[in-house]
C-alpha cells in the first residue's frame, strides 16, 4: 500500500507531538511539510522534523498536490477555515479538539468532509490510551453489569494564559480541559447527555475576579443521559500540583477506576518515616502512547478506508455540551440538552 504524504498545521505544543510521531513511529505515513506563521516555531520544526516543504500560509500548503492528509493543531478559532479548506482540497484530516468554536462550525466542518469524501477524525487521544481502552472493553463485556454513573476528572496544572480568562473566547475549564472529560462519558455510557447542572468558581487567579468577573478556574457538573445514567465532571486550571486524569464507572455490580495521580509506579520511603511518589507533571507525558496510536489509527483508516474511532459527530457533541455546560454555569440552572447535533 502507498506511503500517505502527511503535512502539520500548526507547530506548536500539540502540533510538535503528532510532528515527532508522524515523523519517526507511524508506519505508512510520511511527514513531508510542516506550516505555521510563526517564523520561530517553524524553524524550530523543520531543525528537528528534517521535512522537505515548509509553509507560513495554509492555503499555500494545501496547494501541494504530494499532500494526501493534513493534521489541524493550531488555535482552536482558526481549525474550522482550515479544516474547511482541506477538505475542498480533498486531504484526510485530523483535527484537534475542540474540533471548533461552536455546533454551526462543526456541522460546515463535517458536512465539507463528507462532501469532498475525506476522512474527519477529531482529537480526543483518551479514546486510544490503553487503560481506557480495556475500561471500555470491561463495560462492554458487562463483567460490571449496568453502567449506572460515570465520573470523570481533569485538573491542569498551568496557570491560564490571558486569553483564557475571557471565557466568551476560552469557554474557560469546560471547553479547554473538560471536553476529553465530556468525550469520554459519552464513550463510556454509549448514551447521549440529556442535562448538564454546572457550579463553579474562581479560587485561584483574585486578581483577575474585576476584569473578568465570569471566570472560574474550578467547575463541578452534573449530568443525566436519555438512558438514565448518571455523570459527574468536575475541571480545574492552575492546581500547580501537576496533571491528573482519572475516570470512574460505577455498575451495578462492579466498577472500575481509570488513572493514578503518580507518574511511575514507584514510591519512595525514607528514614524520616515519610513515602513519596512523583506526580504527573504533563498531559504530553501522560498520554504520550495514546496520540502514537491516535496517529495511527488516523493514517490507517485512510488506507483501510473505514470510519474514524473518534468522529466530526463525537466532536460536535462534545461542542455542544461544552455550550450547555457554561450555560448552566452562568444561568445557574439545569439547562436541558435538548436538541442532538445532526450528522
Ligand atoms: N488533545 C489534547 O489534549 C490537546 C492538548 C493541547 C492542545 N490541544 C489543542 O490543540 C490546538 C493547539 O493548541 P496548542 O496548545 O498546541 O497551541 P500553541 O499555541 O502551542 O500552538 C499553536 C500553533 O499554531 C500556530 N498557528 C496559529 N495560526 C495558524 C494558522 N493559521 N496556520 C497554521 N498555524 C497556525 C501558532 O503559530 C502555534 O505555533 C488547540 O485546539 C488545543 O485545544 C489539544
Not at 521535512?51 to 493534513?70: G, H, S
Not at 469524501?117 to 481506557?132: A, P, Y
Not at 491560564?160 to 466568551?168: A, E, G, H, V, Y
Not at 464507572?249 to 514510591?267: A, E, M, R
Amino acid at each position: 500500500m502507498e506511503t500517505l504524504n502527511v503535512c502539520l498545521i500548526g507547530t506548536g505544543r500539540a502540533g510538535m507531538i503528532h510532528g515527532r510521531n508522524m515523523a519517526k513511529k507511524i508506519e505508512g505515513a510520511k511527514l513531508i511539510a510542516l506550516c505555521d506563521p510563526s517564523p520561530e516555531n517553524l524553524k524550530n520544526a523543520q531543525i528537528e522534523l528534517g521535512v522537505e516543504y515548509i509553509y507560513t500560509n495554509y492555503q499555500e500548503a494545501l496547494k501541494n498536490e504530494e499532500i494526501d492528509a493534513v493534521i489541524v493543531v493550531t488555535p482552536t478559532a482558526y481549525h474550522k477555515e482550515i479544516v474547511i479548506a482541506a477538505a475542498n482540497e480533498k486531504k484526510h484530516i485530523l483535527c484537534e479538539k475542540p474540533l471548533a468554536m461552536d455546533e454551526q462550525e462543526c456541522l460546515d466542518m463535517i458536512k465539507a468532509a463528507d462532501r469532498n469524501n475525506v476522512k474527519l477524525q477529531v482529537g480526543f487521544m483518551r479514546r486510544f490510551d490503553e487503560s481506557f481502552q480495556e475500561a471500555k472493553k470491561i463495560v462492554d463485556s458487562g463483567a460490571i453489569g449496568d453502567v449506572v454513573m460515570i465520573k470523570s476528572l481533569t485538573h491542569g496544572p498551568s496557570e491560564p494564559k490571558p486569553w483564557m480568562f475571557d471565557i466568551s473566547i476560552s469557554s474557560g475549564p469546560i471547553g479547554e480541559v473538560n471536553s476529553h472529560d465530556l468525550d469520554t462519558l459519552r464513550w463510556f455510557s454509549g448514551s447521549e447527555v440529556s442535562s448538564i447542572y454546572s457550579i463553579g468558581g474562581n479560587f485561584r487567579s483574585p486578581e483577575v475576579k474585576e476584569k473578568f468577573p465570569d471566570y472560574y478556574d474550578t467547575v463541578a457538573m452534573n449530568l443525566t443521559f436519555d438512558d438514565g445514567k448518571l455523570g459527574f465532571i468536575e475541571g480545574a486550571q492552575y492546581v500547580q500540583y501537576g496533571y491528573d486524569a482519572r475516570t470512574e464507572i460505577l455498575g451495578t455490580n462492579g466498577s472500575i477506576l481509570v488513572g493514578d495521580q503518580g507518574k511511575h509506579k514507584l514510591s519512595i520511603a525514607t528514614k524520616d518515616g515519610e513515602i513519596k511518589r512523583p506526580a504527573m507533571h504533563s498531559w504530553t507525558y501522560l498520554f504520550k502512547d495514546a496520540y502514537v496510536s491516535e496517529d495511527q489509527a488516523f493514517i490507517d483508516c485512510i488506507r483501510n478506508d473505514t470510519e474514524p474511532l473518534v468522529t466530526g459527530y463525537d466532536g460536535l457533541m462534545a461542542v455542544k455540551l461544552v455550550r450547555v455546560g457554561l450555560q448552566s454555569l452562568q444561568e445557574k440552572k439545569i439547562v436541558l440538552v435538548d436538541e442532538k447535533g445532526e450528522e
